[in-house]
């Protein structure tokens, strides 16, 4: 069964940056299959980072230029390095499989961006 722990997530100032870490753990075919979400009070659970089937990283256009995705292979983990943080960007992130059928989900990491 694979569980996703997720954490780095914290209280920054706009303008901050934050890593978060998704550990992975239980038998999965790649991490390229690890996307990052995040939900936003009032608002449903986005995709924002995933790597495409050509093993390039795709953000949404809010995160495009600001966000950036890592993968350790040796550490079974994927990274979302978040820099030039928003009050917007303030949510739960979670990671999870970025299509097909999902893992069970993990409790999420909370980022807090102040202004």
């Known amino acids: 069964q694979v569980q996703l722990v997720e954490s780095g997530g914290g209280l920054v100032q706009a303008g901050g940056s934050l890593r978060l870490t998704c550990e992975v753990s239980?038998?999965?075919?790649?991490?390229?299959?690890i996307g990052w979400y995040r939900q936003i009070p009032g608002r449903s659970r986005e995709l924002v980072a995933r790597i495409s089937i050509l093993g390039d990283p795709i953000y949404v256009d809010d995160a495009r230029g600001r966000f950036a995705l890592f993968k350790d292979d040796t550490k079974n983990s994927v990274d979302l390095q978040m820099n030039n943080l928003r009050p917007e960007d303030t949510g739960v992130y979670y990671c999870?499989?970025?299509?097909?059928?999902?893992?069970?989900w993990g409790r999420g990491t909370q980022v807090t961006v102040s202004t």
């Open positions: 999870n499989r970025n299509s097909g059928r999902l893992y069970s």
């Open positions: 239980g038998s999965i075919s790649s991490l390229d299959e």
